[in-house]
T-cell receptor, first 112, second 111 residues
Framework: AAGVIQSPRHLIKEKRETATLKCYPI?????VYWYQQGPGQDPQFLIS???????DKGSIPDRFSAQQFSDYHSELNMSSLELGDSALYFC???????????FGPGTRLTVL | TQLLEQSPQFLSIQEGENLTVYCNSS?????LQWYRQEPGEGPVLLVT?????EVKKLKRLTFQFGDARKDSSLHITAAQPGDTGLYLC???????????FGPGTRLSVLP
């Protein structure tokens, strides 16, 4: 069965650089969620998109932005990276029928 | 403050033992999910519960949703080393809303 795809899987950036993370949801899932997970922490909700429109916003810094495109893939854009942005970033997509979310494998971002 | 609390935070047991982990909140959830996560990987969905009092079984795992839909439990029978991981509960208060996570229970099953 198709799963959520994220790219890249690993990313190393310098402080103040920018990064773009990509997410390809499971086909026919209607909502995409982005989460940030620091070491030893639970995933923290950043932002979500329903049918390509932003549907909910969590603890996403102003330096970050995201969008969902016509083919339903989503991108998380991160600018002016800080050391504290180093974390695992997960994308999840939702099966509308059962209101279940399925996670991608994550992107490990390291900011040096 | 965390909307969802989980206990215990850490649990280390021997292979073959039984265990129960808890997920509690003062809020009502329309649905609650349990995930297992291994280091560096994405959480893997184990089960979704939506009806108060609901019990679901997945092989040696038994999940229960509280009658008031504020809490849930995960019981593992005859734990195996392969059950080792971080167990996360996540709840959505209303349909379509984002899910909030508990802090997780880190389980270690020793052979």
């Amino acid at each position: 069965a198709a799963g959520v795809i994220q790219s890249p899987r690993h990313l190393i950036k310098e402080k103040r650089e920018t990064a773009t993370l990509k997410c390809y949801p499971i086909p026919r899932h209607d909502t995409v969620y982005w989460y940030q997970q620091g070491p030893g922490q639970d995933p923290q909700f950043l932002i979500s998109f329903y049918e390509k429109m932003q549907s909910d916003k969590g603890s996403i810094p102003d330096r970050f932005s995201a969008q969902q495109f016509s083919d339903y893939h989503s991108e998380l854009n991160m600018s002016s990276l800080e050391l504290g942005d180093s974390a695992l970033y997960f994308c999840a997509s939702r099966d509308r029928t059962y209101n279940e979310q399925f996670f991608g494998p994550g992107t490990r971002l390291t900011v040096l | 403050t965390q909307l969802l609390e989980q206990s215990p935070q850490f649990l280390s047991i021997q292979e073959g033992e039984n265990l129960t982990v808890y997920c509690n909140s003062s809020s009502v959830f329309s649905s609650l999910q349990w995930y297992r996560q291994e280091p560096g990987e994405g959480p893997v969905l184990l089960v979704t519960v939506v009806t108060g009092g609901e019990v679901k079984k997945l092989k040696r795992l038994t999940f229960q949703f509280g009658d008031a839909r504020k809490d849930s439990s995960l019981h593992i029978t005859a734990a195996q080393p392969g059950d080792t991981g971080l167990y996360l509960c996540a709840g959505a208060r209303n349909y379509g809303q984002n899910f909030v996570f508990g802090p997780g229970t880190r389980l270690s099953v020793l052979p």
